[in-house]
């Protein structure tokens, strides 16, 4: 009798810390790495990323670090990432 008060608050935390990591990207979080992807002359539809994917590029594009040809390797490894993601998820559903 405890155990489905327990399992319904454990999976009330689970889904209340995932929802956020869920949500889609800020569009102004979007715009701003598109911007920073043009300085290193790099393209991608944004507006496919995923929430962390669109982290990633942006903890790139704010780092410190502005080696170019360095944080262009990186950021093209993320990009590169992104799109065999999405190749996969149309390749499962149909």
């Not at 009798?1 to 209340?16: G, I, N, Q």
């Not at 043009?38 to 995923?50: A, G, I, K, R, Y």
């Amino acid at each position: 009798m405890t155990r489905t008060p327990l399992f319904a608050l454990a999976l009330a935390v689970a889904t209340a810390i995932a929802a956020p990591s869920l949500a889609d990207p800020n569009p102004q979080l979007l715009d701003r790495i598109d911007r920073g992807l043009d300085d290193f002359w790099l393209e991608t539809d944004v507006s496919q990323l995923n929430t962390a994917e669109a982290a990633q590029l942006h903890l790139i594009l704010s780092s410190p670090e502005k080696r170019f040809f360095d944080t262009r390797r990186r950021l093209k490894a993320v990009i590169a990432n992104s799109e065999r993601r999405r190749l996969q998820e149309e390749r499962l559903q149909g």
